[in-house]
């Protein structure tokens, strides 16, 4: 599975590192894809490599998970919504065979890519922030969106 974070603090603590670690616990290889430089209060690539090594204990687990097969990666992105055709070559080569793509966050996961069809599953998830994208989805600001496409 290949992860687009999005924000820094409690969404990347208490949200996409527990998903995380729950698809590891299943036997899932999990790629976070991060941006290389920031935007807005985006996590940025090294500020993730930095939070997980520090989750780490003694034993190299998160919470008491292997994450042999975890992987930290730049998306080579510098926007808070992404175009994936561009994304790093090595991220490009280590996604290759994903079976689920994960976009999270309203630049990532709606304004740019929710109708984007992928060779593998999908989920988009963001939460809907400006007037005129919850107008255009014939909803209200806050709302949160969840769409999952099968490949």
Same mark, same amino acid.
């Given at each position: ?7 820094? +603090? ?19 290889? /999990? ?8 935007? &807005? ?10 939070? /997980? ?11 008491? %998970? ?13 926007? =808070?919504? &992404? ?21 999270? +966050?309203?630049?990532?996961? &709606? ?19 400006? =007037? ?12 949160? %969106? ?6």
């Amino acid at each position: 599975a290949v992860i687009f974070v999005d924000n820094s +603090g409690a969404d990347i603590i208490l949200g996409i590192l527990p998903f995380a670690r729950e698809l590891l616990r299943r036997g899932t290889k /999990v790629i976070l894809a991060a941006n290389d430089m920031p935007s &807005i209060n985006d996590i940025t690539y090294l500020e993730l490599v930095e939070i /997980v090594n520090k989750l780490k204990d003694e034993n190299g687990k998160l919470a008491g %998970v292997d994450v042999s097969d975890l992987i930290v990666a730049n998306s080579g992105n510098d926007l =808070p919504v &992404i175009d994936l055709s561009s994304v790093a070559p090595e991220l490009a080569y280590m996604a290759s065979d994903a079976d689920l793509v994960i976009l999270e +966050g309203m630049g990532r996961g &709606i304004e740019t890519n929710l109708y984007a069809q992928m060779k593998c599953d999908s989920i988009k998830i963001g939460m809907v922030k400006h =007037p005129e994208v919850a107008q255009f989805l014939g909803g209200r600001l806050y709302d949160c %969106v969840f769409k999952f496409n099968e490949a």
